[in-house]
C-alpha cells in the first residue's frame, strides 16, 4: 500500500552536461521499472535541463531545498513559483547538510513544507540524529522533536503530501550503514510520532525513506523492513550503473 521510493541526491556534484550524460545512461536501464517511485535531486544549475531529459519517463527530478516566499531579497535562494515555472514538482528539504552547515532549522522546514504543498510541489522531508545525540540515548527524542516541529500547524490535508527520510547523521557518507533493525526502530518511532501529531490513518501511509550510506548490495536487507519504505542515496546515485542496480533490488 505504500508505494517505494528510491531518491538519489547529487549534493553538489555535476555539472549540466555531465548530468546529462548520466540521464542518457540511466534512463533505458530503468525505463521498465514500475515498483517503486524513482527521483533525482540534481544540483540547481542541472534542474532544468534533467527535468526537460526525463520528460514523459517515470523518473521525476526535483530541487534540494527552496525557499518558502515566492520572491523577495534573498540572495542565492529559489522560491516555489521558480520552481514550478520550470516545471518542477518535488524538492527536498531540511537536509543535514543544509542543517549542519548552514543553519536550516525545522521552524523553516515547516514552512517550506506548507509552502511546497501549496505549490503542488512533493516534499521529501530529511530527518534524522547526529552521532552525539545516538550515543546519549536521545535518538528518539530527537526525531520525536524533529517530526514534532516539522509538522506543528500542518492539516492533515497538507500532511499527506508528506515523504520523510530517515538518514542517521554519522551513516552519511561515511560507509557506516545504520543496520536493518537499528533503521527499522528508528522508523517505527518515526511513524509513532507521524501517528501521534496526524493520527494512525496517515502514519500508515506515509512513505518513510532510509538514507545513509545505501548501496547496491545493502539495499535489500534494509527495504526487507517493515517500516522502510525507500532509499534516499547520495554517493551510489552519482554512477548510472550503480544507481540503476540499486534501483532494481532483489
Ligand atoms: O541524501 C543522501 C544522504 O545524505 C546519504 O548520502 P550517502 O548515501 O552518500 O551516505
Not at 60 to 66: D, P, W
Request: glycine letters at 8%.
Amino acid at each position: 500500500m505504500r508505494k517505494p521510493v528510491i531518491a538519489g541526491n547529487w549534493k553538489m556534484y555535476k555539472t549540466p552536461q555531465e548530468s546529462l550524460a548520466f540521464l542518457e545512461a540511466f534512463l533505458p536501464l530503468v525505463a521498465d521499472h514500475t515498483r517503486d517511485e524513482i527521483f533525482l535531486f540534481p544540483s540547481i544549475t542541472s534542474l532544468s535541463s534533467a527535468l526537460q531529459a526525463v520528460a514523459g519517463t517515470n523518473v521525476h527530478a526535483g530541487a534540494q531545498t527552496m525557499h518558502w516566499l515566492n520572491e523577495g531579497a534573498f540572495t542565492g535562494e529559489t522560491s516555489p513559483t521558480m520552481l514550478t515555472a520550470i516545471g518542477c514538482g518535488h524538492v527536498l528539504l531540511g537536509h543535514s547538510e543544509q542543517r549542519l552547515y548552514f543553519g536550516e532549522t525545522y521552524e523553516r522546514v515547516n514552512l517550506k513544507f506548507k509552502a511546497a504543498v501549496a505549490h503542488g510541489i512533493t516534499p521529501v522531508v530529511c530527518i534524522g540524529e547526529q552521532l552525539s545525540e545516538r550515543e546519549a540515548g536521545r535518538t528518539e527524542e530527537t526525531l520525536r522533536l524533529q517530526v514534532n516541529t516539522l509538522l506543528r500547524n500542518v492539516t492533515r490535508a497538507e500532511a499527506k503530501h508528506l515523504i520523510l527520510a530517515y538518514e542517521p547523521i554519522w551513516a552519511i557518507g561515511t560507509g557506516r550503514t545504520a543496520t536493518p533493525d537499528v533503521a527499522q526502530q528508528a522508523h517505527q518511532i518515526v511513524r509513532d510520532e507521524l501517528a501521534a501529531c496526524c493520527g494512525a490513518e496517515l502514519a500508515g501511509t506515509t512513505r518513510i525513506l532510509y538514507g545513509g550510506s545505501v548501496k547496491p548490495d545493502n539495499i535489500s536487507t534494509l527495504m526487507a523492513e517493515p517500516d522502510i519504505d525507500g532509499a534516499l542515496v547520495g554517493g551510489a546515485s552519482l554512477d548510472p550503473h550503480s544507481f540503476a542496480r540499486l534501483v532494481k533490488y532483489a
